[in-house]
């Protein structure tokens, strides 16, 4: 669905730590995942994606899990560097969004150095 | 690089004075799409265009409007700008419609004075 929240979650981690970015997806028809990290200013950039076929997806230094049973996305950034401190959006792709990608509200991470 | 292209990227507008912000891309993809997006909120779809056929959202205010001339070119028309249309513009493309990973531009920023 569309997001309305004015104040996003922030999820603060320690530089080299690993972090772990939640989001609940509506449509449980749904059939695609992405995530997207958006830097201030800029557009969001494509992280990782991920089909319903699949439970969970490798890219570089990136993981993203996907529980269907529970309608539960996440994505889990290994030693999380500043350069990784952005907003992180989910988006979900299903025949009853019109086969368009839908916006999760987004995640504030912020990387301590 | 082949990318999504946004000009100017930051625009200046006084309230009702009609504006155009403009989007080229070099991947040649078949869709083209416009989102708004406000302060710490998801980007919003306004509508997109699958080659020429264009495609509004049901919520998309009359006042957007769009135009695609080709298919690397797509505008975003807004024809009286009212303080709420202050946002992020953001310009995305895609192969196909279904949605599959779609690419964005950085942006134009509209302040409507």
């Known amino acids: 669905g569309e997001s309305v929240g004015l104040h996003l979650p922030t999820l603060s981690v320690q530089e080299g730590d690993n972090s772990i970015i939640n989001c609940a997806y509506s449509?449980?028809?749904?059939?695609?995942f992405i995530w997207y990290k958006q830097e201030s200013g800029k557009g969001p950039q494509f992280i990782i994606d991920?089909?319903?076929?699949?439970d969970k997806r490798q890219g570089q230094r990136v993981t993203v899990l996907l529980n269907k049973t529970v309608k539960h996305l996440s994505l889990q950034i290994a030693a999380t560097q500043p350069g990784d401190s952005a907003v992180y959006f989910c988006?979900?792709?299903?025949?009853?969004?019109?086969?368009?990608?839908?916006f999760g509200a987004g995640t504030i991470l912020r990387v301590k150095s | 690089d082949a990318m999504v292209i946004q000009n100017p990227r930051y625009q200046v507008t006084q309230f009702g004075k009609p504006v155009t912000l403009s989007c080229s891309q070099t991947?040649?993809?078949?869709?083209m799409y416009w989102y708004q997006q406000k302060s710490s909120q998801a980007p919003k779809l306004l509508f997109h265009?699958?080659?020429?056929?264009?495609?509004n959202e049901a919520d998309t205010p009359d006042n957007f409007q769009s135009r695609r001339p080709n298919t690397s070119f797509c505008f975003l028309d807004i024809r009286s700008p009212g303080l709420g249309d202050a946002a992020m513009y953001l310009c995305?493309?895609?192969?196909?419609?279904?949605?599959?990973?779609?690419?964005f531009g950085p942006g134009t920023r509209l302040t409507v004075t």
């Open positions: 988006a979900e792709r299903g025949m009853e969004y019109g086969n368009k990608l839908v």
């Open positions: 991947l040649n993809h078949n869709v």
């Open positions: 995305a493309t895609s192969r196909d419609p279904q949605g599959h990973e779609q690419y």
């Open positions: 265009y699958y080659d020429k056929d264009f495609n």
């Open positions: 991920i089909r319903s076929n699949m």
């Open positions: 449509n449980s028809a749904s059939d695609y």
